[in-house]
Every structure is written in structure tokens, then in C-alpha cells.
């Protein structure tokens, strides 16, 4: 077959059966719609089809446009509103996937964590990288079109719980939408990457930071924010998409002065959600309940829904005296997009206590349940239960463990309450190991739901936790609150230990949300893994590891993989442009949280198509880090115990092995007191994310924490953990 002169391979031929269509051919029968296509030759080809999407898209992104996509583009974080992240797409299925290639690829500058979702419109893709950097690509050849930094100092890095990623932009009429990691929102123009607007949405003197993608409903920009574990008060906020004036805010926690906020969340506080909170620290961090990643827009019945974290501290016998189910932690909560105004909310976690947050993402879908057609709301929080819940009411239809969890027995469906475990809460110096960490069943990575087959396919954990009560707690502005025994021993001061070895490992779970149950279950090599992509053809695309792999829907049958060198944790997207269809990926988690050994390894965007030939150079192969010269190290005169209670409060979170950033047992930083000091105190590192700590201890602290980090070197190096990569 030729097209426009050229003979096209078996694999792009169009299939002339009835009904049969060159990029989206299933049982279904399904059919392109919407404004942009209506009075088309439906089965038209795709070239015809996307020069007039195109055409049709010229005024910008806007909800009719959502509404219509057909596949050929990805318009918002999930592809539609009802972010299934499914496509109609199926050049690219079952008999062909075996062809996919690289087409093209683009390194980017930094070597910090990919997160993003891409999206594609008019012919451009976008994307961010770590430091909430903008680039725009050519869709089909790969050129880079421009580059938008918005220059986040590196200190703001220090307020990032889990690396300074960021999951993608949003598009509206001509315009892009970024959040970025020191708490603004900034408008650039779509075309040339040129700032429109730049707002501050977070009070800049305390700890709050933007990594998740912003969303664009009825002209307003929605955005939420982290920060919880250092003590902030969450809020989502709506800008107006033309000015960036403030339209509203919702906090999800009350008023630590118990005055009104003169805000869109005043009325539900004052009604019923500020009577949950007895008196405790959170009067003094602020609550907790960011909501820094899911936002999602139902246009059937025009209700925005959020996701809210964990709280501030978590242990709740801390945070609220171990009184009252503190609202909204741990809620989805539905709201008017034009005002904010509070509708519903259903509560997955009552009185948190386990950083079990329920902003893992939020899908919408028509469901036949019972033989009733059901709008729901679908979410697998941290907690390890996967909830249906009426869109409409939030009226809990089914929850069902999706992993092994021992923190409640179940869910009651008649309250919509759990069925606590006695050993769940720890509590006057107590401790509790449970099924599900503070990593969750199942985190930030997005799920995927394909109307083809009725799953929803969740990229989920098993990794136990351990919590221990901290006793004589003192909240601490911008540290690490979180109300628990952190388990780091010095020479003379054992930690709590778990029971059982820690167990991590990740599975990717095919759930049938009607049945209640999972239809197939794949153990994977890695625990932290990649969100998912499922289409049309048949084809569930989801990484583990550096290994990018193609499963059948059905079965869960590998048809094809990929190493795309460094592990993947972003979702792939897709899209067609010129009759071809692309698979995106972004890849990178960074070296450090490899333990330490890993090379560094710059972010990536791979692109792929069928018959694609290019062969992206190899990364830097594995070294193991040379041991410290210990005897080279300046003596330290500072107390090794008291150093291990700072190193728990303060560097823990990202420097111990298994961490985020470099681990100092290993560090040839910890061998010179006055350069160690340096880093720590005055900040010599700060352009890297490392900030000053002056605030918080002196030099006797410091010289502390390097007098344990020396007495940590010399201790045997432990196993490493099943399950790769335990951060993102």
C-alpha cells in the first residue's frame, strides 16, 4: 500500500475490514466523536484525522477539546478527565508490539528523579523534569522547540520530603501551567515557553513545595502542595487560567486559631469537620493534609475531587490528644470547581496515624454493579484497600484489600468505617509493625483502567512498616515531625527493632472493581515501580526497574520489554501523528537512591514507535563505591549517641542508606570536621538542594552527627533490601 508516495509496511497498512480503523481497531467498534470530527468520514485516515485536530486545535486546549480527544493526542495528566489513562489508540497491540523501537530520545540536566506525564498537542510535546524545568519537543522528530527554567533556588530542595520532581504541566488555550518546587504557579505561553504569569501560592516562610501537575477546569487552575512532615496546613487553590488571580482555597484542616480563613472550606469547618480535632500539636504544625497530588474533574456531574495526605505529625495520639477523626486527613473530598464550596467527603483513613494518605490518584468510570450503571469514584490509597465509591454521594459501594493488610480487618460498608486491629495504634511508648509502610499499598504512581477489559491495573507494594511512639516529642518548625521513634541507633543507644525483617517488593495488580478482586497479579523485581498505560490494543505499559515492558491486558503475558538503562518511575503516554503511533517515557530515579553505588545517571525521554531504529547510548556501567579512608578522617570529639538522635530528625529522612540523596556513612564529606561543617552549617552545598542547618543545632551538633556518621562507617554495611529503589 502507498501513501503519498510512499509504501507503507504491513504494520501501518490500513485494515479494510468493516469498522476497522488504522489506529484504533478492537471489538469494541468504538467511533471518533466530538466537535472536531463531527460531519468527518469517521473512518477517515489518520494523517486527515489529526491534520484536522490540529486545525481544530489551533485556539488552544480548552474543555471541549478534552472532551473530544480521540487519542491522537494526550491534553491533560490522565488523558481525559475521568484520567483512566486509557487510549483508543491500537496500531501499537498485541501482534505488532513486538516491532516497537526507539524513535527518538533527549537527555535532559539533571540526574534527580522523572515523574512527569507528557503531553501532547498541535504536534508538541511537553514535559518537566526534577527542579520543575519546562521542555517542548517537536512530537514527531524529537527536535527541542525551547527550554523554560524557573530558577528554583536549590535550597528550596531541603523542604522536598521525596526529591524535587514534578509530575507534569497542565494546557489551557494557548497556555502551559506549571507548579513549581518552592510553591509557584507559573502561566507560560504555550508556543514560545514565555512567562505570563508567575503567582507564589504557599507562604514562603514555611515548608511547603509543589511537585504534583496542576489542573485546568472551567478557566481555573488547580493546584495543591507538600510539606506535611515539616509542619504545614494543606489547601488546594484555584487561579483564574488568565490573570493568576487567587479564585479560592479549600484547607483541609481547621484553622489552628480557630478563626474562619475567609475561604471556600469556612462553612464545613464551622458545621462538622472542626469539631474531629481535640487539642494536640497540629495547633502548632498546622494539621498536616497536603494535597499534593490527586485533582480530578468530573464534568458528568461537575465536582472537582481531591486527595488529602497524611497528618502533621502522624502519630494522632500526638497531633489531636488520639481524639477524633481530624478531617479531611486521609479523605477524598469532592467541591464546586467555580467556588470550592465542600459537596462530600469519605474518609479512608479515620484519625491517621501512619502516613496512609488518600492522595493516590482519583479515577472516574461508569460502572454496572449489581445491574445498575454507577458513576464512581475509584481510588487505592496507601492504606491497602481499593474503594468504589458513589461520584454522585460518596457513598462507600466496596472496599477490599488489594494487599496484605493487618492495620484493620476490613471495612465496615454499612459505617464506611475500618475495622481497626487491636496492635494497629502505638501509643505511651508503644509500638506497631504493620502489612503496609509509610511508602503504602500503593503510591503516587498513576493506575490505569481499561473500559476493554473492566480492570484497573495498580502498580502496588508490599513493604512492611514499623512505628514506634515518641516519647517526649517536640514539634520543630521545617524538621521532620512525624511523632515516631526514628530507628537510629547510636553506640550506646539501641533503637526499637522490627520483629520481622522488613519485606519490600511490587507487584502490578489487574483488579476487577466489580467482582472485587484481582484477575491476575504479576510479582515484579523492583518495589518501586512506574504508573501504568493501558490502550486499546490490548496492551498494559508499566516499568519495573530499568525494564520498560508491554503486557497483555487480559492475562498479563510479557510481549515485550525494553531496558531503558536507569529505573523508570513516570507513566508512559501515547499519542499519532502522520499515521504512527508514539509511546513517551520519561527515566530516571536518580543514582542515589540506588544506595549510593549507582553512577549518575541524567534523566531521559525516550519516544518509541513501530520500526523505530535509534539506539541511545549506553549510561555509565555500575562501579562499587571505594571505601572510606577512615584513618585519614580527622578524630571527632563530639558524642556519637547524641549525633545519631540529630541524624534521626534531621538527615535521615534523605541520607540514610536506602535514601534519597548520597549516604554520609559513605561520604568522604564526614572525614574533615571543618569541611563537614561547611556543608552542614553555612550552606556550602546549598545550590544543590543542601541547606544551611545553623537554625536548627551548633557546631557541637554538627560535630555530633559527624561523630556518629564516623562510628556508622565502621559498622558493617547491611543487606540491601529486596525490592530495589524504596524512595521516589
Known sequence: MTFGGTVLPEWKQRDTRPGAHPLRQSGHGQRFGGPCVKGLWRRAVVVGLALTVAACGRGGVDAKRIAAADGAEWLTYGRTYDEQRFSPLAQVNKDTVGKLGVAWWAEFDTDRGQEATPLVADGVLYTTTAWSKVYAFDARTGKQLWKYDPKVPGEAGFNACCDVVNRGVALWKGRLYVGTIDGRLIALDARTGAVAWDVQTTDRTKPYTITGAPRVVKGKVLIGNGGAEYGVRGYVSAYDADSGKLAWRFYTTPNPKGAPDGAASDRVFRDKASATWSDGVWKESGGGGTVWDAITYDPKLDLVFIGVGNGAPWNHKLRSGGKGDNLFLSSIVALRPETGEYVWHYQTTPGESWDYT???????????????????????????????????????????????????????????????????????????????????????????????????????????????????????????????????????????????????????????????????????????????????????????????????????????????????????????????????????????????????????????????????????????????????????????????????????????????????????????????????????????????????????????????????????????????????
Open 358 to 728: 488518600a492522595t493516590q490518584h482519583i479515577m472516574l468510570a461508569d460502572l454496572n454493579i449489581g445491574g445498575v450503571e454507577r458513576r464512581v469514584v475509584m481510588q487505592a490509597p496507601k492504606n491497602g484497600f481499593f474503594y468504589v465509591l458513589d461520584a454522585r454521594t460518596g457513598a462507600l459501594i466496596s472496599a477490599d484489600k488489594y494487599v496484605p493488610v493487618d492495620w484493620a480487618e476490613r471495612i465496615d460498608l454499612s459505617t464506611g468505617r475500618p475495622v481497626e486491629a487491636p496492635s494497629a495504634r502505638y501509643r505511651d511508648g508503644g509500638i506497631s509493625q504493620q502489612a503496609s509502610s509509610p511508602l503504602g499499598g500503593h503510591n503516587w504512581q498513576p493506575m490505569a483502567f481499561s473500559p476493554r477489559e473492566g480492570l484497573v491495573y495498580v502498580p502496588a507494594m508490599r513493604n512492611r512498616g514499623f512505628y514506634a511512639d515518641a516519647l517526649g516529642f517536640k514539634f520543630i518548625p521545617g524538621a521532620w515531625n512525624t511523632g515516631l521513634t526514628r530507628a537510629q541507633a547510636g553506640p550506646n543507644t539501641p533503637s526499637p527493632k522490627p520483629a520481622t525483617p522488613p519485606l519490600a517488593t511490587g507487584e502490578l495488580i489487574a483488579w476487577d472493581p466489580v467482582a472485587r478482586k484481582a484477575r491476575w497479579t504479576l510479582a515484579l523485581p523492583a518495589a518501586w515501580t512506574s504508573g501504568v498505560l493501558a490502550t486499546e490494543g490490548g496492551l498494559v505499559f508499566h516499568a519495573a526497574g530499568n525494564a520498560f515492558t508491554a503486557y497483555d491486558a487480559n492475562d498479563g503475558k510479557a510481549l515485550w520489554s525494553y531496558d531503558a538503562g536507569a529505573n523508570v518511575i513516570a507513566p508512559a503516554t501515547t499519542y499519532a501523528i502522520d499515521g504512527e503511533q508514539y509511546v513517551a517515557l520519561m527515566v530516571g530515579v536518580g543514582g542515589a537512591p540506588m544506595g549510593g553505588d549507582q553512577p549518575r545517571r541524567p534523566g531521559r525521554l525516550l519516544v518509541f514507535k513501530l520500526g523505530g531504529t535509534v539506539k541511545p547510548p549506553p549510561y555509565p556501567a555500575a562501579v562499587a563505591m571505594p571505601p572510606l579512608d577512615l584513618a585519614a578522617a580527622t578524630p571527632s570529639k563530639g558524642d556519637a549517641d547524641r549525633g545519631a538522635a540529630l541524624f534521626g530528625q534531621f538527615c535521615g529522612a534523605c541520607h540514610r542508606i536506602g535514601g534519597l540523596l548520597p549516604v554520609l556513612p559513605r561520604s568522604p564529606a564526614i572525614l574533615d570536621g571543618e569541611g563537614f561543617k561547611a556543608i552542614v552549617l553555612d550552606g556550602a552545598l546549598k545550590a544543590n538542594g543542601m541547606a544551611p542547618f545553623r537554625r536548627y543545632f551548633d557546631e557541637a551538633g554538627a560535630e555530633d552527627i559527624r561523630a556518629f556518621l564516623l562510628w556508622q562507617a565502621k559498622q558493617p554495611a547491611p543487606a540491601p533490601k529486596p525490592g530495589g529503589a524504596s524512595h521516589g
